[in-house]
């Protein structure tokens, strides 16, 4: 038998950096990741924004996640020799006179600096209300998870197939898959948690994002550009750009309706022409109360959970991991907000 500490199903950004952060605690784990092409943290564009919806909302707790996750990020580049975080200025165009209106309410408070004096973009974006920028960043998802990946595979600390949650053996003090024994298993399993009957209870409100990868000849930038649609940089004139966000869906495969919306968006926003070079879809982890699942069942405390990280799970995650490996440890008590209890 292998003896670890911890299992983890799932290797998205919950998985990746829960399992970090017991690394980092010296904690021995086995991660287990049956590497869904379409899963949220492969499909989503790593956008740190500080502020929320069109009012301009400071972000839940931005002031604390934000240096955190900025310092574990850091810390994982120079581990992993990969770019992580990029901070980037997110240019936000406004759709109306009322979001600008909303925009400089908030800016005469202070909280934030007023628009440009001189815009930029002007051949390129349709912007006839201007634009607000704020100080954004992004998080490579595309190398840090791979990179991670073969991480955890060099320690030996890496399977890659399904967790069948039926053949699991587990009692209050250990748990038993296949040849691992470990004292627990923490699902980061993202959306798949919704048919795991340990977490029955909890109220998901999973939704699905649709997004282009569009090719924009002559934009050349490292900004994040947002309107009603956002364009994230990939490459020299090539952007990710969405995404929808869809309750009632009948899969998590691309569809032409979201693709029409999608361009519509696009071309609202843009002056210039463009081309689609791909449609990717996913499903968002997100809880009814728009904040993280974490903890371990009341009644089997073997098995835990580390989800819900909806729309912003690269901001959540490095903070939210340390305080659960925190609580793991016996050092913290967790967080009310994002104690999973709330659902039993
Ligand atoms: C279109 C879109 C855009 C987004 N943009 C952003 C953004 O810009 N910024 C941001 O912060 N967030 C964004 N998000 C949200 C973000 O993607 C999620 O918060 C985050 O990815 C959730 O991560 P997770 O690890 O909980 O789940 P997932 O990424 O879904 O990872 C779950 C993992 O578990 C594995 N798994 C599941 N079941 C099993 C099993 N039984 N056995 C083995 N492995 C299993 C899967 O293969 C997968 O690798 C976006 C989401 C979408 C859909």
């Given at each position: 038998m292998v003896n670890v500490d911890y299992i983890i199903v799932g290797q998205g950004i919950a998985g990746t950096m829960l399992s970090w952060a017991l690394w980092q605690a010296g904690k021995k784990v086995i991660v287990i990741d049956d590497a869904k092409e379409n899963s949220a943290s492969r499909v989503a564009a790593g956008i740190i924004n500080p502020v929320s919806g069109r009012r301009f909302e400071p972000a839940w707790m931005y002031d604390t996640i934000y240096p955190f996750a900025k310092d574990t990020y850091h810390q994982m580049s120079e581990l992993l020799q990969v770019p992580v975080l990029t901070e980037r200025r997110l240019w936000n165009v406004f759709p109306s006179q009322q979001m600008r209106d909303a925009f400089m309410k908030k800016a005469a408070d202070g909280k934030y600096t007023a628009l440009p004096e001189q815009l930029e973009y002007e051949e390129l974006l349709d912007q006839p209300y201007g634009a607000a920028v704020v100080q954004g960043a992004t998080v490579n998802l595309r190398e840090l998870l791979p990179a991670w990946r073969k991480f955890l595979q060099a320690q030996g600390a890496l399977r890659e197939t399904h967790v069948d949650i039926a053949a699991l053996d587990v009692n209050a003090e250990r748990v038993i898959y296949e040849d691992i024994i470990a004292q627990k298993i923490i699902f980061c399993d993202g959306v798949a948690t919704t048919g795991n009957p340990w977490f029955r209870t909890l109220t998901f409100l999973p939704n699905k994002g649709e997004v282009l990868l569009v090719r924009v000849p002559g934009?050349?930038?490292?900004d994040i550009i947002k309107k009603s649609i956002t364009l994230v940089p990939q490459g020299p004139e090539l952007f990710w750009a969405g995404s929808s966000f869809v309750w009632d869906y009948v899969d998590d495969l691309p569809t032409d309706k979201q693709r029409e919306i999608l361009e519509k968006s696009l071309q609202q926003l843009l002056k210039v022409p463009y081309t689609v070079e791909a449609q990717l879809a996913a499903v968002r982890p997100s809880g009814n109360d728009r904040r993280p699942m974490i903890g371990l069942h009341p009644e089997m405390p073997s098995v835990g959970i580390f989800n819900?990280?909806?729309?912003k799970g690269c901001s959540l995650a490095p903070y939210m991991a340390a305080h659960f490996t925190a609580v793991l440890q016996g050092d913290a008590q967790l967080m009310p907000e994002v104690n999973v209890n709330r659902y039993f």
């Open positions: 934009l050349h930038t490292d819900g990280l909806g729309t």
